[in-house]
């Protein structure tokens, strides 16, 4: 039986249009990891295209690690979704920053760009708090720096998504994670880690009580205790 939602794609630029549908379907059916995509010869027929151009398809899939290509006949044919879309482009993201040589002024400087908004934003809209509160208890069990780190990530993370802005979540992401190292040495330089708790906290009261200014504040101060020497000057 022919499932209609698949229409035949034009024959230019063949394997991008079919990247697109698939990446429509995915979004359109809300279809989550687990979730399998027709078999190759199912989905060029429906989509009135070669199957090499399937292939093509689903190998710039797989190497973006959102499918997972399997052999198999009947039920078990085509291919698995291993990840949503934007878990993959935090993945690509990671890897530009990584491939570009960034300097870690650049890297901050962007992630006090993007942080600021983002608690700001979740302020503002009385964000959903809980995922900041959790992260916020793992730094304060933390034995090691590197775990601490781990905690202190998801806390950043997690106001990014509190902004209801999924793209600033993809990137704020990949950012975190290229910068893991230094952020492992600020802990380590540090030594006490309870000024950056009181930061967590400072930020975590501010969007909690809707008021955005304070958190935009309470992120900038945050940073400039964590990475001191890359402070701005003032005139």
């Known amino acids: 039986m022919t499932d209609t939602r698949w229409r035949p794609v034009k024959r230019t630029r063949t394997f991008e249009e079919v990247l697109a549908q698939i990446e429509h379907r995915i979004s359109e059916d809300g279809?989550?990891?687990?979730?399998?995509?027709?078999?190759?010869?199912?989905?060029?027929?429906?989509?009135?295209?070669?199957?090499?151009?399937?292939?093509?398809?689903?190998?710039?899939?797989?190497?973006?690690?959102?499918?997972?290509?399997?052999?198999?006949?009947?039920?078990?044919?085509g291919a698995v979704l291993v990840s949503r879309p934007d878990t993959a482009l935090a993945d690509l993201l990671r890897l530009h920053l990584g491939l570009a040589g960034l300097e870690l002024r650049e890297v901050v400087d962007t992630r006090l760009m993007i942080e600021r908004w983002a608690a700001g934003h979740a302020a503002t809209a009385r964000a959903d708090t809980s995922a900041l509160a959790a992260a916020y208890?793992?730094?304060?069990?933390?034995?090691?720096?590197?775990?601490?780190?781990?905690?202190?990530?998801?806390?950043?993370?997690?106001?990014?998504?509190?902004?209801?802005?999924?793209?600033?979540?993809?990137?704020?992401?990949?950012?975190?994670?290229?910068?893991?190292?230094?952020?492992?040495e600020a802990v380590e330089r540090l030594g006490d880690t309870s000024p950056l708790q009181a930061d967590h906290e400072r930020i975590l009261t501010a969007i909690a009580a809707g008021d955005p200014e304070e958190a935009a504040r309470a992120v900038t101060d945050h940073l400039a205790l964590a990475y001191p020497s890359l402070r701005q000057e003032t005139p």
């Open 31 to 77: 279809l989550t990891a687990g979730d399998r995509l027709p078999a190759e010869r199912q989905l060029a027929e429906q989509l009135g295209v070669s199957r090499s151009s399937v292939r093509e398809a689903m190998r710039v899939l797989e190497t973006l690690g959102v499918v997972s290509s399997q052999a198999g006949r009947g039920p078990d044919a």
């Open 137 to 184: 208890a793992g730094m304060a069990g933390a034995r090691t720096p590197e775990e601490f780190v781990e905690h202190d990530t998801a806390f950043h993370c997690a106001i990014a998504d509190a902004s209801g802005n999924r793209l600033t979540g993809a990137i704020m992401r990949s950012l975190r994670d290229s910068m893991r190292r230094y952020a492992v």
